[in-house]
């Protein structure tokens, strides 16, 4: 199958889950998670309308931008972001999601400050409490909310989340499940510099389950491009 029929295969698939749900499919983003994809292949998904593009290294997303291969859609980055690469990605890409330290909100505040700025941004929370994974505890994210509305040059516009692998994706519900609730606790506060507008959750294997589970936003690459080769 091509790009464009795996694409318009992943819509339908969002559209039946949000329906299923009484939910807008329109509400539920769509990203092509495009690591290891080349920029024509990143442009053929573009071409066939995914909403934004995810990439995951810094290096990697550099070199395609430079080729314009994400002309024509938003970029965001989906990696795991250390602070010494801080500056190459903000202001580049339009959302970072995968925010997981308050170290991390510091610095990019701090660039983006630099840069005359305000960089949009999700808090990756660690659902599944994974001694492997970062992100912040639930219990934390008010705090780290707290922290952020002190920066003047980033939004916190949601949460982020990867949950852990499962042989089976409807086991994944139960954490998709406390993302919502978490959300939508976190939605009511008012903090300043903080619009709770993302949940960015669910990937190739799991994403119908997390649009049934209230994701507005889902990161999905194998679905899209193949398997990916690792060398
Ligand atoms: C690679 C990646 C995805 C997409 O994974 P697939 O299983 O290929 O859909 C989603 N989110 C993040 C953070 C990723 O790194």
Redesign the pocket.
């Known amino acids: 199958m091509s790009i464009a029929e795996n694409v318009a295969l992943v819509r339908e698939n969002i559209r039946q889950a949000a329906l299923a749900a009484g939910r807008d499919p329109k509400d539920v983003l769509l990203l092509a998670?495009t690591?290891m994809n080349d920029e024509n292949r990143v442009r053929q998904a573009i071409a066939a309308g995914v909403d934004a593009c995810?990439e995951?290294r810094v290096q990697e997303m550099l070199e395609k931008a430079e080729k314009g291969a994400y002309d024509g859609a938003p970029l965001h980055f989906?990696?795991h972001l250390q602070r010494n690469k801080v500056k190459y990605v903000v202001g580049l890409a339009e959302l970072i999601?995968?925010v997981d330290s308050a170290e991390l909100l510091r610095e990019i505040d701090r660039v983006a400050g630099k840069k005359g700025l305000v960089q949009d941004l999700l808090l990756e929370v660690n659902i599944g409490g994974e001694a492997s994974k970062s992100g912040f505890a639930p219990k934390e994210i008010p705090a780290a909310l707290e922290a952020a509305s002190a920066f003047p040059n980033i939004r916190v516009r949601g949460l982020?989340t990867?949950p852990p692998v499962c042989e089976r994706p409807e086991q994944n519900r139960a954490f998709f499940l406390r993302m919502k609730q978490l959300f939508v606790d976190n939605k009511e506060k008012k903090y300043d510099n903080v619009s709770m507008d993302f949940l960015s959750m669910g990937?190739?294997?799991d994403?119908t389950e997390a649009v049934a589970c209230g994701a507005n936003l889902v990161?999905?690459?194998?679905?899209?491009?193949g398997a990916?080769i690792y060398t």
């Open positions: 998670a690591k995810g995951n989906i990696g999601h995968g982020m990867i990937m190739s294997g994403y990161r999905v690459g194998t679905a899209i491009f990916r």
